[in-house]
């Protein structure tokens, strides 16, 4: 952990214009909650600020306050250029590896405005010259609310910005029952619905969101993909590009699909392998002391937390079933 004093950072903040905001390749809600709750913490400052995503993000978080406003590099990378180029600090939320940015990572790189680090994940580069970083977090939405509150401005906490917050709160802790909840979590729940937020709007506009093809393919894949492994607490699914083509996907239909083993008695660790034209993405989560972390990054170019992480392999979707299968023996 490493959290520079507010003091330090009020001072930059402060001190600078022009503030970028850079969030994680295929964002999920608390990249884009905390990149936007930081956001509209800024201008309301009256700073110039902007929220540069790699990718395209899932349509259940397009109603987000400040959506519109968001740029996409995979869209507009000139004018993301141009946005590096004019900066005065660029913050990086919800990673702590240019590789988590994928093309964006090779620009970053050579821009040298400052950099504040913004982030919850385990074992963060060395690239910023300022960080709020704690594994500790539930979420990077809570260290966004702890900067606002270590800044002495909790009382700019409005609608927009608790709304944001909440959404990453409630995504990062499968709303609020991972072991990362505590009472703090609580209080600044409390907090932010005081500003007037609705969370059962939250919680329909982000799960009850479904298309009926989603639907269908959870299904399929719970009763014709689910693999259990004799003799271990080990459950996964593997989809292939047919698979998802039939179920006609497109990008947030796989989110929370790889947590529905854990309802089966004693499943102690789960993992998903989905095929992409480019690679096959993986994600693991477990429970207690198994560190698919490190699982992830030794043997799967990935990375985490201890209870959730997620990597990719080049090799064939046979090859890395084959390979997990092996593998996952080790860590029991
Ligand atoms: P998910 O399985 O939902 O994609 O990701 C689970 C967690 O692992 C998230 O906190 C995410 O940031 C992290 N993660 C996912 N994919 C990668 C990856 O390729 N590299 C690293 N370092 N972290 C990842
Ligand atoms: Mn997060």
Known sequence: MSRDSYAKLKKIIQNSEHHVIITHWSPDGDAMGSSLALYHFLTGLGKKASVVVPNDYPEF????????RVVNYSQQPEKVKKLFAGADLIYTLDFNSFKRLEGLGDLLSQNQTPKML???HQQPDTYAAYQLHDVKACSTCELVYDLICGLGHKKSLNKKIAACLYTGLMTDTGSFRYPSVNSKTHRILADLLETGIHPTDIHSAVYDSYSYNRLKLLGFALNEKLKILPGLPVAYFTLNEKELERFHYVKGDLEGLVNYPFSIKGIQLCALFNETDEYVKI???SKGHIDVNKFA???FNGGGHINAAGGKSMESLKLTEEKFVE????LF
């Open 327 to 330: 593998l996952v023996k080790t």
């Open 61 to 68: 978080l397009n109603w987000l306050p400040g959506n519109a």
């Open 297 to 299: 990054r030794r043997y």
């Open 118 to 120: 913004i982030d919850h």
């Open 283 to 285: 994600s693991f989560r």
